[in-house]
């Protein structure tokens, strides 16, 4: 395209911004219109695309970063000839709209990821670029594609860039291009407020390939994508000095254009400077011929790619079939083997024997963990670390950045063709709580291996003894936490983990030996109904109370059950792995495990108590910890902190008769 036709559909951005965020009376025109220049040469000389089909494989991904700028992203997609209609984007921020505020994966097509907490849009394209680069490694030329991230001075301040980008110039990404929008502007004012880092020198540290361009000049921008694209040994940074707000005469430059609507009359002066005709949302016909160009254009890139595949899948049947089953994204086939009685495991332990056969079975599992691999027991044998030796490699070293894995991961299972898990401490889960959430928002498909799971870690101490972490992360939605029991449990929490697809799953495990269950008739079938969250392990006939535990602390009252029954006591024991599977079933079932007639129940976990009055009731009483730990041998810790068969044989006999 000629600058001229360039600057057209620029500017047509910019008026289509200016007047959604007006017509909404929210928003932020500021971006859209500072980086309409880089994003009008970008869809139109540079990204891989079929508007008719948004989840074409082997598209470019493109990521805004600053999600707070979607009007941009909107524009592009209806300019571009996605399904976003001009309809869609005078809805902007309205009830049910294709056009939220922020960017979301389940609203928009062609919206690749949510973003709008600053930073994790770059971690999630870090991980689409190592997906492509793994999938890249397996299947050759047929997985072939960039990923492009837009972000500004607020992605880069927060510290998931720092891990992200740190990862991903260690890991030479090559297909990875950033585009900076430096416009030495944030909210508060001028970025010499709180921001004076060389940015040039922070990503060539890095390892990233750098450039610094005009944001406004067609030629320097185009030039500079194409020289990224060439540089496939590296990351690249394409830093683009951009005015704020560009276009408006009073306000471009300003924070004044961040976050507001320009107002009617600045829009007025705005469309006068940049030759828009006054109208709103102005499309020129020239412009609103791109849909069909880029469709036309898209379509025959696509059925290029089909017929190559077939040629593929022709010469390489077998990997030709696992292929297809990625592009389809076909269930998963698996069957791990449960654990004998009498065995006593570590539920992390279990969870790493467990892993061996899965990684063996699912040809899409990639592995990982922060720096706590041989405590996570994550890698299983049949693994081969990834490094920019080994492509194919299906474990990750993520180092010390628990939050950028957890960014990073997302991406990748936004890209597709892997299932990522990842393990750390469960107390660090702290660190990586806001792309958990991105993940349960988005309704991802990604493990978390959480190990060392309450005081049972020991002598490590508060600072690594987690308390509240079960509470906090119960509470979030379209998330299923799994705190198994014992080994077979932890088959159970696997085997969900991998069937769901509907948000992520947290593996809760343990640091020390827990018993292998035997229940008595039919064997593993309380495997089956572990499966529902929440079931009966094992009772006497005529219970009138009810004891319900998580993980470690089932041992716990099965043995304070030994202690009533020898005082005549009669009791029902209720393994609770998953609070969250457990809410979901019919109400008769839940009734059949707590009886509205037994009114005596007590709730046990090394943990804060906040989640189970749910299930105790108004009479019940919890046996948990609503303190911090304390560092001594795990043993010590159970008992000093009254998490003990005794405590909760108090807690049933202070039930009045």
């Not at 929490?493 to 269950?517: H, M, N």
């Not at 059950?561 to 006591?569: M, R, S, V, W």
């Amino acid at each position: 395209m000629t600058n001229n036709e360039l600057k057209q559909i620029a500017n047509t951005i910019r008026g289509l911004a200016m007047d959604g965020v007006q017509k909404a009376n929210s928003g932020h025109p500021g971006l859209p219109m500072g980086m309409a220049d880089v994003a009008a040469v970008l869809y139109s000389e540079h990204l891989k695309f079929n508007p008719k089909n948004p989840k074409w494989f082997d598209r470019d991904r493109f990521v805004l970063s600053g999600g707070h700028g979607s009007m941009l992203l909107y524009s592009l997609l209806h300019l571009y000839g996605y399904d976003v209609s001009m309809d869609d984007l005078k809805n902007f921020r309205q009830w049910h709209s294709k056009t939220p505020g922020h960017p979301e994966l389940q609203d928009t097509p062609g919206v690749e990821t949510t973003t709008g907490p600053l930073g994790q849009g770059i971690a999630n394209a870090v991980g689409m670029a190592l997906a492509e680069s793994m999938l890249h490694a397996k299947y050759g030329e047929i997985v072939n594609h960039h990923t492009y991230v837009m972000c500004g001075d607020g992605d880069l301040q927060e510290g998931i860039s720092h891990e992200a980008c740190s990862f991903a110039g260690h890991n030479k990404l090559g297909k990875l291009i950033m585009f900076y929008d430096s416009n030495d502007i944030t909210i508060d004012g001028d970025t010499h407020l709180s921001y004076s880092e060389d940015t040039r020198k922070r990503f060539k540290a890095y390892g990233w390939h750098v450039q610094e361009v005009d944001g406004h000049d067609y030629d320097q921008i185009n030039e500079a994508i194409e020289i990224a694209k060439q540089k496939t040994k590296k990351p690249s940074i394409i830093i683009c000095k951009t005015v704020i707000g560009f276009g408006s005469p009073n306000k471009q430059g300003k924070e004044e254009a961040h976050g507001a609507p320009l107002g009617q009359a600045e829009i007025v002066l705005a469309k006068q400077f940049l030759r828009i005709p006054p109208e709103d949302f102005y499309v020129p016909e020239d412009v609103v011929n791109l849909k069909i160009i880029y469709a036309n254009i898209g379509e025959e890139l696509e059925n290029t790619w089909n017929e190559e595949v077939k040629i593929y899948h022709a010469k390489h049947p077998e990997q030709g079939d696992k292929l297809l089953k990625i592009i389809n994204n076909s269930p998963l086939v698996f069957e791990p083997k449960y654990f004998d009685f009498g065995t006593k495991y570590a539920t992390r332990n279990a969870s790493g024997k467990i892993l061996e056969q899965l990684v063996a079975q699912i040809d899409t599992l990639v592995g990982g963990s922060a720096d706590l691999t041989p405590s996570n027991k994550t890698y299983a044998k049949p693994q081969t670390s990834y490094s920019p030796d080994n492509r194919a490699g299906n474990y990750v070293h993520y180092g010390v950045r628990e939050f950028g894995m957890g960014g990073i991961m997302n991406g990748m299972a936004l890209h597709g063709g892997i299932l990522p898990y990842g393990g750390t401490f469960f107390v660090f889960s702290d660190y990586m709580r806001s792309s958990v959430r991105m993940a349960a928002l988005m309704g991802l498909r990604v493990v978390y291996v959480w190990t060392h799971d309450s005081i049972g870690l020991g002598e490590d101490g508060p600072t690594h003894q987690p308390i509240e972490h079960l509470s906090s992360l119960r509470a979030i939605p379209n998330m299923v936490n799994f705190r198994p029991m014992d080994a077979n449990e932890t088959v159970v929490g696997w085997q969900i983990a991998l069937e769901r697809t509907g948000g992520p799953t947290s593996l809760i495990l343990t640091r020390q030996d827990l018993p292998t269950v035997e229940r008595g008739e039919g064997k593993y079938a309380y495997c089956t109904e572990a499966r529902k969250g929440g079931y009966v392990l094992t009772e006497d006939a005529d219970f009138d109370c009810i004891i319900v535990a998580s993980g470690s602390e089932v041992e716990i009252a099965l043995n304070a059950k030994k202690l009533l029954n020898n005082k005549g006591k009669k009791v029902r024991i209720v393994s609770m792995p998953s609070t969250e599977l457990f809410d979901t079933q019919p109400c008769d079932y839940k009734k059949s495990v707590f009886p509205c007639a037994v009114e005596n129940v007590v709730a046990v976990e090394a943990a804060a108590s906040l989640s189970w009055y749910k299930y105790t009731g108004r009479k019940g009483k919890v046996v948990g910890i609503d303190r911090f730990g304390a560092s001594a041998p795990f043993e010590i810790l159970y008992d000093k902190l009254g998490i003990t068969p005794e405590k909760v044989v108090e807690a049933v006999e202070s039930f009045k008769a």
